[in-house]
């Protein structure tokens, strides 16, 4: 909740505009002029036929009045049709067009928000729940369309009809025309105080939906846990007030607009009743035949449909503007930084910690205090130690997923904030113990990213160096079979064999295995650690596990206790010494003889 909130305050912060906003969102419209100017010569030609309806009108009534029927028996009906027919013209250009600008805007705006979501540090993914990043690019976004398509297009073609209707008006009166204008800035203040409403409103309504997005997202992940622990009357709850939450927003959003529509057309209903009050006085009107009168009064009363729809629209306007600022904030956040400049080409894997201390993000205490260790090229370290003692976080540095606080950390005696971001992992392999796969084929999740061109020969040999390829061939599809999302149609062992051969094909200079053989059983362990042990020859290995037999052989053994080395030398040495790691080993041993 706390996280949340804390989420929400920073949104709140916001000290742009809406209508530097509104711009900027407009920005994403250059890239589709051309069907922005067919859209607008669209609206204008529906905009112009509403005063061209008035006027004919006009000519109807005074044809009738002066007796002229016969002569414009044609020319009248003709000109309906003509009338309407470019008025249809007018909706399907405007709409059509608009609606290609729009969907390219939020095309680019997804995939601008998607590309800078994968180049975000990993800090920036444990602050903020995965809910409420989806909702960014699913939610926000939409709310993005309807700033662009139906507000411009009302805007549009309603205010250019206004602006036809009225100059017909001052064609007309001019001094009839003033005076139904004099209600506009009251118009304009009930709007002024609706567009700040909505969008507070608007940004409630955000932070709600990430909220259901969060819950259920959450449901969703961890549905065994769910189902086993009883937890489902409190998840239930739990997504009711988010729903909630959500709809006591949107109410209040649509109360808002709803009082806002009938003010907005009593106001132009006064100014109508006033507007005939004064045009059936003689001073005012004597100059104006009967279709003069008919066609003033038919065009005022024309004007009431745009100004309800421009008012209307505006609730619209507003979530796109807030749902925009939500946007921006995201692609404003500077991105992982990359200064390197060196890179990291053929490297030998020499590894040297030097007084590192590191914490995290908001973190109370320090996660790794003065770490000294060297791991010469070639070699293999092996981490050992409770669970929270800080041994992935000494991995997890490595790839530079966080930066330093203090101290170095160098690989074949260069910084690794010097080289750059992308070549420095290219040289490293990871294998998680939380195995992380893709929904998609076999084959896809072995040879993925820059491993992607890499040819059947070469996925089936990292496959059966991982002890993968035997379950392989048993499946039907064989290496394209589908996974499922992070691999839920297989076993936690084939997964995980699944990602050894994933790191196995990619065959960096520098291994990282945080409990690699985890998930396995004790056969297919065994088999696995051989696969290991030769991917290990000449390659700098930095391995994490929990069973102490499976790094006996490890040049390098320190135990980790707190952020700090508390041991560290090989497998002999330190049970010579009688120390932490010989007590974990005999406590291990114990447990396997029991």
């Not at 005022?300 to 008012?311: C, N, S, V, Y």
């Not at 910084?415 to 971001?421: A, E, H």
Request: net charge neutral; proline share 2%; hydrophobic share 45%.
């Amino acid at each position: 909740m706390q996280k949340e909130q804390a989420i929400e305050v920073k949104e709140q912060t916001v000290t742009t505009t809406g209508f530097s906003t509104y711009l900027r969102l407009l920005g994403y419209v250059r890239a589709s002029w051309v069907y922005m100017m067919l859209s607008v010569i669209g609206f204008i030609l529906y905009a112009g036929m509403e005063p061209a309806l008035a006027a004919l009108l006009k000519h109807i009534v005074d044809t009738v009045s002066e007796g002229k029927v016969l002569e414009n028996r044609l020319v009248i009906p003709l000109a309906i049709l003509a009338i309407f027919i470019a008025r249809g013209i007018g909706t399907f250009l405007g709409g059509y067009f608009m609606a290609q600008v729009a969907n390219k805007v939020v095309f680019d705006l997804r995939t601008s928000m998607f590309n800078k979501m994968v180049k975000m540090s990993s800090s920036y993914y444990h602050s903020i729940p995965t809910g409420r990043l989806l909702a960014k690019l699913t939610y926000d976004t939409e709310q993005v369309i309807g700033a662009v398509t139906q507000a411009i297009r009302v805007v549009l073609r309603e205010g250019f009809t206004v602006v036809g209707l009225l100059g017909y008006m001052i064609y007309m009166n001019w001094k009839l025309t003033l005076l139904f204008l004099l209600v506009v800035p009251l118009i304009g203040l009930i709007v002024s105080y609706a567009s700040k409403r909505f969008r507070r409103l608007s940004k409630r309504i955000q932070n709600a939906m990430g909220g259901v997005t969060d819950v259920a997202s959450e449901a969703i992940k961890g549905h065994e846990v769910v189902k086993i622990f009883g937890g489902s009357e409190y998840e239930v709850e739990r997504f009711r007030q988010a729903a909630q939450e959500n709809r006591r927003s949107q109410l209040k959003m649509e109360k808002t607009r709803s009082l806002n529509i009938p003010i907005v057309q009593f106001i132009l209903a006064f100014a109508m009743a006033t507007l005939i009050w004064f045009a059936l006085s003689p001073d005012l009107s004597q100059h104006m035949t009967p279709g003069d009168f008919i066609a003033f009064l038919t065009a005022a009363g024309m004007l009431g449909k745009p100004i309800r729809q421009l008012t209307d629209v505006n609730s619209v306007l507003q979530k796109g503007i807030a749902a925009s600022q939500s946007i921006f904030e995201f692609l404003d956040m500077s991105v992982e930084p990359d200064d390197g400049k060196i890179l990291a080409q053929s490297l030998k894997g020499d590894i040297e910690w030097k007084d590192m201390s590191f914490s995290y993000p908001n973190a109370d205490k320090q996660a790794l205090k003065k770490i000294t260790l060297s791991l010469p090229a070639g070699k293999t370290l092996a981490l050992v130690g409770r669970s929270g003692s800080g041994k992935s976080t000494m991995a997890n540095l490595i790839p530079r997923f966080y930066n330093l606080d203090e101290g170095e950390l160098n690989i074949d005696g260069v910084s690794i904030s010097d080289y750059q971001l992308d070549s420095l992992r290219t040289s490293i392999a990871l294998v998680n113990q939380q195995v992380v796969l893709f929904n998609g084929t076999i084959r896809e999740n072995i040879a993925y990213g820059h491993l992607r061109d890499a040819s059947d020969e070469q996925v089936i040999e990292a496959a059966k160096a991982a002890n993968a390829w035997g379950f392989i061939q048993e499946l039907d599809q064989g290496l394209e079979t589908m996974v499922g999302e992070n691999g839920v149609l297989l076993s936690g062992g084939q997964r995980q064999r699944i990602a050894i051969a994933r790191a196995i094909l990619k065959n960096a200079p520098i291994l990282i295995l945080d409990e690699a053989t985890s998930a396995l059983d004790t056969e297919s362990e065994r088999a696995i650690q051989m696969a290991l042990d030769g991917l290990m020859e000449n390659r700098t290995t930095i391995a994490i596990a929990h069973r102490l037999s499976t790094i006996e052989n490890a040049d390098i053994i320190a135990v980790v206790d707190h952020g700090e080395i508390i041991e560290q030398g090989s497998h002999t040495e330190l049970l010579a010494m009688n120390g932490a790691y010989a007590q974990l080993h005999n406590q291990q041993f114990s447990e396997t003889a029991d």
